[in-house]
């Protein structure tokens, strides 16, 4: 086994045992030394596998995003109008939140040092999965144009990612999740039905 | 001066300097020796006044409500139909936590020890700003009843947040501020219209 076989053999191993550890503990729970304890490594060779923890920890969720698009995929039964379709992905984003809290957690709490943008392939990452909202919406809203659609998918992404990060979170007083899953469905068809009829954007 | 109103003073003094330093150098910069050297006592005073950091920590949270509720106050223009309210005071939260981006994060960002619940005093402070919420929503659906207006309140609170949270955060790349107020207001002018016109809560 070559030395770039090897690298990499132990780069997968590195990111399961964190995505692991990122799972049972969360994010501030995962530490150089104690990693390298449980693969049974020294401290050193992470950083032969990763430049550093930062980009050990993008490949960690870098695999809940790919983790998040395979739950989509696997949900039955989102409707054929696109403004359901939406409902459909809200939803899912707080079953997935439910489901997985802490590795999901990971994917806001992880802050690069200043100054430093996520690399490209991870930002790839990140669009692909905007694209799922982008696609009813580029039938609700025909006339987006340019850089407005994408935009917009991402405003959509975010207020629903405040419902189910504040919901969850229970930092303004517990909500139960069908309580959470009903008001997600509530708010994203208003927003379905105002962006159908309505005007500007 | 007797020792009670000392203690007051005091409290005061150390609630400004604390709400002085998160504006500087956010949440996370407040060390409590830091703050007794800055109020020119000993950091066992710091106990006399408050019982622990994280009772000072909501003081200055709680101020951060009021300067909010001040804020929204100062804001003229508010249009007289309860969804253009609505979009007018979700434009008002995007201007005030760029106005003042560290106190506002400390809000989210001050976690209590697990199982503590904060106050009811603070509680009462936060159900106060729902209020506002609730007016508009109160006009636009009269049927909702119960927990069901405070509810929507909280939830249409929380999408706000998402989006000028990671708007403001850069999280999902930069938003220029003019960009991020043209998409809050498409969204809550959806939700509002779309909540108007819709049939379920």
Redesign the interface.
Known sequence: MGTEERRERLRDELVRLAEETVAERGLPGLKARDLAARAGCAVGAIYTAFPDMDALILAVNARTLRRFEAFIARREGAPGEPAGRLVHLAVSYLAFAAEHPLLWRAL?QHRLAEEK?PPDWY?VE?VRLFSYIEEPLAEMRPELKGRERP??A??????????V???LDE???A?PEP?LRA?????V???????M??G??
Chains 1, 2 share one sequence.
């Open positions: 806001f943008a930002m990140q935009l917009l991402r405003t959509l992404f975010s207020a629903v990612h405040g419902i990060s504040l919901g930092k303004l007083g909500v309580v008001q997600v469905e509530t708010v068809e208003a927003m379905g039905r105002g962006l009829r309505g500007r954007s």
